[in-house]
């Protein structure tokens, strides 16, 4: 159970620094911005994913 929380921690942190690199790479680069926004809106997605999973485990234990 508790690598389902690690991961989930890790995706909260990808995504922040996603979106951190997407504010910086705005005026810059917005191909890259975007890409970046991209991996933000994936890794919040994956993030809750693996909530409802963990969650989901441990109701059933």
Same mark, same amino acid.
């Given at each position: 159970m508790k690598?389902?929380?690690i991961?989930? #921690?890790i995706y909260w942190v990808i995504?922040?620094?996603s979106i951190f690199?997407?504010?910086?790479?705005r005026g810059i680069n917005d191909n890259r911005a975007y #890409?970046?926004?991209?991996f933000s809106v994936l890794s919040i997605f994956m993030a809750l994913f693996r909530r409802h999973f963990r969650?989901?485990?441990s109701k059933k234990s």
């Amino acid at each position: 159970m508790k690598h389902y929380l690690i991961s989930e #921690i890790i995706y909260w942190v990808i995504a922040i620094i996603s979106i951190f690199s997407f504010f910086e790479n705005r005026g810059i680069n917005d191909n890259r911005a975007y #890409i970046f926004l991209g991996f933000s809106v994936l890794s919040i997605f994956m993030a809750l994913f693996r909530r409802h999973f963990r969650r989901k485990y441990s109701k059933k234990s």
